[in-house]
Each structure stands twice: as C-alpha cells, then as structure tokens.
Nanobody
Framework: QVQVVESGGGLVQEGGSLRLSCAVSGRDFSSTAMGWFRQYPGKEREFVAAISWSGGSSYAVDSVKDRFTISRDNTKNTVYLQMTSLKPEDTAVYYC???????????????????WGQGTQVTVSS
C-alpha cells in the first residue's frame, strides 16, 4: 500500500480546468503503478485513470479519456490529473492510490486497496 496526500481540488465553472496532485510517500514510487479514483455522495468509489511505473502507459475511463490526462513525475513522487472541459457530473471527491510492482491494468481493481487518503473535492458549477 502507498501513503498519499491529494490536493488541487476546488470550485470551477463548467468548461473550466483543474490539476490535481497526489504526493506519495515511501520508497519504490518509481515501481508503483498509480491511479485516480472518484466518489460521488452515497456511491462506491470508482476508477478514473491509471498510469504505469514509468509513465509510458496510461488509460482512462471513456467518460473522461478525452478530457482528463494522468501523468507522473518520479523525481517528485507525484502523480497528476489534468482535468479540462469539466462538467457538473465530474463533481466528486477525487482520490489517488497505487499498487507496487503491478501492471497498469491492475490499478483499476478496486477490492485490493485498504488505505485511502483524505481525497480532494472537485465541484463543477453549471
């Protein structure tokens, strides 16, 4: 499990942009596939996007793949989620998490995560 602190959320108008950051502590960050997730009130947390150890491979769910970009800086132990063309339905609490020594496709498997950060609230007004 990784220890994370998410930041960068806020209130933005529809069509606006935000960049979320996820600072990861501990060793082996450069061997950890990372992902972003979001949770709507009263709903289960859901996968949004993932990136491989090196950053060479990434993917996102269909609803955001043309608007959100996941990236990472292994020198700063940080993962980012650049969000553009935001919609009211993107309003949620956003979390990051990761899996050490895992394939990027494993990041979206939700049941294996036991620890989560506090998340960062994103609110998109119409």
């Amino acid at each position: 499990q990784v220890q994370v602190v998410e930041s960068g959320g806020g209130l933005v108008q529809e069509g606006g942009s935000l960049r979320l950051s996820c600072a990861v502590s501990g060793r082996d960050f450069s061997s950890t596939a990372m992902g972003w997730f979001r949770q709507y009130p009263g709903k289960e947390r859901e996968f949004v996007a993932a990136i491989s150890w090196s950053g060479g491979s990434s993917y996102a769910v269909d609803s955001v793949k043309d608007r959100f970009t996941i990236s990472r800086d292994n020198t700063k132990n940080t993962v980012y989620l650049q969000m553009t063309s935001l919609k009211p339905e993107d309003t949620a609490v956003y979390y990051c998490n990761g899996k050490k020594y895992a394939m990027v496709t494993a990041v979206q498997v939700m049941g294996e995560y036991t620890n989560w950060g506090q998340g960062t609230q994103v609110t998109v007004s119409s």
